[in-house]
């Protein structure tokens, strides 16, 4: 009985639709917004404050400018970055005295003392321990100065107004232009700048977001990039040099990657996603002065603190895994020489060698630890002097030193070339993969977003190597 | 001992690109040779002969043969089939449907003619892919994915070209227009329909920015172009490109769309009054600038003008709102 009822209702709803018409929908937001408006003129008072209103238009005419528009933006962007790198230099370095210097020693001396056997306490502390606070030590100041910052401008209301400027270019490889925030939230941290994606309301724009994200050269990868260039590049020019060259180089890998975004965004737009539906609209709030401290206090809890737990749930069975394999033997080598010994092949076509891309592969959970990896290994497999033993990972104060132990282990400025040029293009960490999945809720797209840069990578590295070595 | 040398990796990985080229090489690759293969039996050529039949009843086998891309064996096994199922009837060597052919012709029709509003309303594709898409989805759905279908878009009447789209019951309701060269000169017509097919001239069209459902005004009529006004435009077209656009004539009491312009014309010291916005804006697109405020009635103006040129930002109920000028076109206004 009842279904009968309901297949009636339904019967008499679509003939309704069909006596409506296309134009049902319209009508519908027509009229509430013609009632909104008569509500409007009887209850709301409008207060005549042209003061607020000019200066707002006067700042919008000035930040959108022909001539001043783009300076301002990339002078920000600049002092933004700038602000960070240098300015987390110093807490950076704190908390690796502290955590890598001080802790460490210690937790070792009592672990013996409570007598752990060797296995546990390299396992744990050596292992787990250590690469938890390598990501905190690396992570943790640069994200705690980025987000803040970015915050604070996002809540000035100067954000939108960067999308507006841009939306031309990013418009013509099928992307957004509030692609350009996500983007430079990417040079923060990529899983935030995945999260980040959901200003854009766009379902095909955002997803072209999402994947590309991972080529904004991330805080994880900055030190990689600057560490490279000072030792290999700045050593190719007169000492005088060295310094601009090696930040040239630096910024040109950035670059490089902000170019592979716009590619890949283009490709994108024009294959897999040509289907997804694609809208476009773009608010400009007023501005208005950022709430301080609320901005501070909200962007640490709600970016910082929750990226940086999902780093450290990722890091500790890293950790794990990196000690396992450097101390667990097979034959009469560890698992990890056996891997290396695999994969040089493979990384040599590709201008590399074994220890980067086992690097790379235990590094997944986090970019910070892909040097202090390399460092290791190679001290494992040339048996060179220096190095903390066999699955503990390190760095060392001093530049020459770093790239002394790199040298001992086959490098040349091909091998550093390609690091970095590997480095921006390959998988995301898992972090960002873990956000990505998150975000888009579909397996497909989570791959499509992980193995894309790495072809990429594997593809650019190759050619690279090949080139080089016949021009040589 | 070591094979490895460079150059010789370089020609290996280009070998490999160019083997993945010429499978995966966009319409004419070997990855899609192989899908259209697969997707020609009988079935496909059955249906595109009854919808080919609908169109021009009484043609002849060679016609046949010319106007479908299949293979002759394929096509002729199929009118043996058609004419044993009683689907077609031979007239002195001409063929057109049977009533049974005629009621399957609607059916396939109904179809794509419901997946081309679908690709419309509810996906990103480009206008142009359209027709394609729904030439090979024609095939593919069932009736009752059909009825659904018709069901989650709301029963519509017509394709976003503007073709009606034949009900459940087999009912069709034709328009009935000219051929916008026919609509004399100083005369008032409304657009109720832009053919697709050939895909040539319709990619004319869609580059000049012309739009279903808009008033058009003809200026001069020649041999060689035609020029009409529309939506405070003014287009010219040849005759040939002309003929895939079908018009209603209007009287001068039905014409309200004197005034009307785009707001992407819009100057920025001008304000203007919103008439509606297009039919061309469909599906997501026009629910968001309804949601927006852009209603008729709502007062405009330019904001904020961009340094590159677009998007510009449009005042509008209070706020501030950047479109692009694809989006801006599609809007409706006359100026206050």
Avoid at chain 1, 15 to 31: K, M, P, S, Y
Avoid at chain 1, 84 to 93: E, F, K, L, R, W
Avoid at chain 1, 187 to 193: L, Q, R, V
Wanted: glycine share 6%; charged share 20%; net charge neutral.
């Amino acid at each position: 009985m009842e279904t009968k009822n309901i297949d009636k209702i339904i019967e008499l709803s679509n003939e309704l639709r069909w006596q409506i018409g296309d134009d049902f929908h319209d009508n519908l937001t027509e009229a509430i917004y013609a009632d909104a408006s008569k509500i409007v003129e009887k209850t709301v008072v409008k207060d005549n404050k042209k003061g607020a209103f000019y200066l707002n238009a006067k700042i919008d005419q000035i930040v959108t400018s022909k001539i001043w528009g783009f300076p301002i933006m990339l002078l920000l962007l600049g002092l933004v970055l700038w602000l960070t790198i240098v300015g987390a230099n110093y807490p950076s370095s704190m908390l690796a005295s502290l955590l890598l210097d001080t802790i460490h020693p210690f937790l070792k001396e009592g672990a013996s003392f409570l007598g752990f056997p060797w296995w546990l306490s390299g396992f744990l502390i050596d292992g787990v321990y250590l690469a938890v606070a390598w990501v905190i030590a690396v992570m943790l100041p640069p994200m705690a100065i980025f987000f803040p910052l970015f915050t604070l401008l996002e809540d000035f209301g100067y954000l939108p107004r960067v999308a507006f400027n841009m939306d031309a270019l990013f418009k013509k490889s099928g992307a957004h232009g509030k692609q350009a925030l996500t983007m430079s939230m990417g040079f923060g941290c990529n899983a935030a700048g995945v999260v980040a994606t959901r200003i854009i309301d766009s379902p095909r724009e955002r997803l072209i977001a999402i994947i590309t994200n991972n080529f904004s050269l991330c805080n994880g990868r900055w030190p990689t990039q600057i560490l490279l260039a000072t030792i290999f590049i700045g050593a190719v020019v007169p000492s005088s040099y060295s310094s601009f060259v090696s930040l040239a180089a630096v910024v040109g890998i950035a670059v490089l990657g902000i170019f592979f975004m716009f590619f890949f965004s283009w490709a994108l737009s024009k294959t897999v996603l040509k289907g997804e539906v694609s809208t476009f609209n773009l608010e400009l709030p007023p501005y208005r002065t950022p709430l301080f401290w609320k901005t501070i206090y909200t962007s640490l809890i709600d970016r910082t603190l929750i990226v940086l737990w999902r780093a450290i749930v990722f890091a500790a069975p890293a950790g794990a895994v990196i000690w396992l394999i450097s101390n667990v033997f097979i034959g009469d080598q560890s698992i990890a020489v056996h891997l290396i010994h695999s994969l040089d092949g493979f990384g040599f076509l590709l201008g590399l060698n074994g220890v980067i891309l086992l690097a790379y592969i235990v590094a997944i959970p986090a970019n910070e630890i892909v040097i202090p990896s390399i460092l290791m290994l190679t001290v494992m497999v040339t048996g060179a002097v220096g190095g903390a033993g066999a699955g503990v990972m390190f760095e060392l104060d001093s530049v020459t030193a770093t790239g002394d132990i790199l040298r001992s282990g086959g490098w040349t400025l091909l091998t550093a070339v390609n690091v970095m040029l590997f480095s921006l293009l390959h998988n995301p960490c898992s972090t960002t993969i873990y956000t990505i999945y998150k975000e888009t809720k579909s397996t497909k797209w989570t791959v499509v977003a992980t193995i894309l840069p790495i072809v990429a990578g594997f593809i650019i590295t190759f050619l690279v190597a090949q080139i080089w070595r016949i021009m040589s | 001992m070591n094979p490895y040398n460079p150059i010789i990796a370089l020609l290996v990985f280009f070998g490999v690109v160019l083997v993945l080229f010429l499978i995966f090489k966009p319409k004419n690759g070997l990855f899609f040779k192989y899908q259209k293969v697969r997707k020609e039996n009988e079935k496909t050529a059955i249906e595109d002969i009854l919808k080919l039949l609908y169109h021009d009843a009484n043609i002849s086998k060679s016609t046949i043969f010319n106007e479908l891309d299949f293979s002759q064996n394929l096509l002729l096994e199929s009118i043996e089939t058609m004419m044993d199922s009683g689907l077609i009837k031979k007239e002195k060597e001409l063929f057109s449907l049977t009533k049974d052919g005629h009621e399957y012709a609607l059916r396939i029709i109904r179809a794509h003619r419901l997946w081309e509003k679908y690709l419309s309303e509810k996906t990103g594709f480009h206008k142009e892919e359209w027709h394609k898409r729904a030439e090979l989805k024609e095939h593919e759905l069932s009736g009752e994915e059909v009825d659904d279908l018709s069901t989650l878009l709301g029963n519509p009447r017509y394709d976003p070209h503007g073709d009606p789209i034949p009900t459940k019951a087999g009912k069709i309701h034709e328009k009935k227009g000219i051929l916008l060269s026919d609509l004399p000169v100083f005369n008032f017509g409304k657009i109720i329909h832009i053919e697709d097919e050939p895909i040539a001239v319709y990619k004319q069209i869609l580059e000049k920015n012309i739009h279903l459902d808009s008033q058009v005004y003809m200026k001069e009529t020649s041999k060689n172009r035609l020029v009409f006004e529309s939506e405070g435009e003014q287009f010219i077209l040849s005759p040939i490109v002309a003929n895939n656009i079908t018009v209603i004539s209007l009287d001068k009491a039905d014409v309200v769309e004197k005034d009307t312009m785009r707001l992407s014309n819009l100057e920025s010291n001008q304000k203007a009054i919103i008439i509606g916005i297009s039919k061309e804006c469909r599906g997501e697109n026009r629910r968001r600038l309804l949601d927006l405020g852009f209603v008729k009635g709502a007062t405009v103006s330019i904001d904020l003008l961009n340094p590159l040129g677009d998007p510009k930002a449009f005042l509008i109920k209070g706020t501030a709102i950047a479109l692009r000028k694809d989006q801006a076109v599609k809007i409706l206004i006359t100026k206050r």
